[in-house]
């Protein structure tokens, strides 16, 4: 049996999930901005669902190597113009090639990088919120 | 005893309402995530004329996706290199410390028919019964089950879908489970 204090802690953070938080993109995005935004360039939007309809998580988490951590595999355009990542697909032959920048450079600016909709991304920010209120 | 439920009842009840309170898919402009002056806005394809095709369900991408998978929706590739395989397990895992809870059935099936077994083992798990000190406050901080339920497949707000087992129904023994109800 766990212990009544835990069992608050769990209420408490399912009352987090709870709450409406601000962005309500397509669960599973991934805003990656390891580089963009110092780069200059608008950070990175990486859809789960529209890759899920054509590839097995299997295929990019272990043929692939992406490691499952937002923003956790360092990707650059070096490596993805070297055929890592994104450029094992983006190269003109699985998917259209890298100089479509426009279409994965498509995040609003000075954005973390983070998977939204998900359980930690909702804890931080309401965190985050929370402070903020209580500095106020 | 009462008191406890009603501690998880609550925020409950009050995420499910949210959630029902919107059945349809953001447009990309409005989402808040994506730069609504970027000119892939009107390229790139909007969540509703796809996922409004598929199986719905109620959470997440509100899309069920094993049923897509397994009747035939989608077909996503296995693999892109040509030398690996997919290896699909039939085997499913009865977990019982989960308090006064419903016991929690891991079933290995649907998990591999995405999955390769390396993405779980031993990165997140070690693959024997018993031995991943697995608990629910772990899990809401993202390890373990928590690692992909709360980011990319369906949310932790879904705890009967975890904890599908009612203790009262349940005779045998916990583990690896002699015939798999999984299909």
Known sequence: ?136 | MKFKHSLYILPLSLSFALLAAEPSWRTLVEDGLHDPTSPAIGVLQEPASALSLLPPDTTGNQVSWIRALREGYIEPRTNILPETKIEVLDMDIIMEKTGELSLVMFPHKPHTEWLDCANCHDKIFVEKVDANPINMFAILSGEYCGQCHGAVAFPLTECNRCHSVARSSFTGKPGVQPISVSD
């Open chain 1, 1 to 136: 049996m766990f212990k009544n204090g835990k069992c608050i802690f769990i209420a408490f953070i399912l009352s987090l999930l709870a709450t409406p938080i601000m962005v309500a993109a397509e669960y599973g995005d991934v805003l990656i901005n390891n580089y963009s935004d110092e780069a200059g360039m608008r950070p990175v939007v990486f859809p789960h669902w529209f890759h899920r309809i054509r590839f097995r998580c299997k295929v990019c988490h272990a043929d692939l190597g992406f490691k499952m951590e937002a923003g956790g595999n360092q990707i650059n355009m070096l490596k993805i113009i070297d055929g890592e990542y994104c450029g094992a697909c983006h190269n003109g032959e699985v998917a259209w090639a890298v100089e479509n920048c426009d279409i994965c450079h498509t995040g609003k600016p000075g954005q973390p990088t983070q998977v939204h909709q998900s359980t930690a991304s909702k804890l931080t920010t309401t965190t985050k919120r929370k402070q903020a209120e209580s500095v106020e």
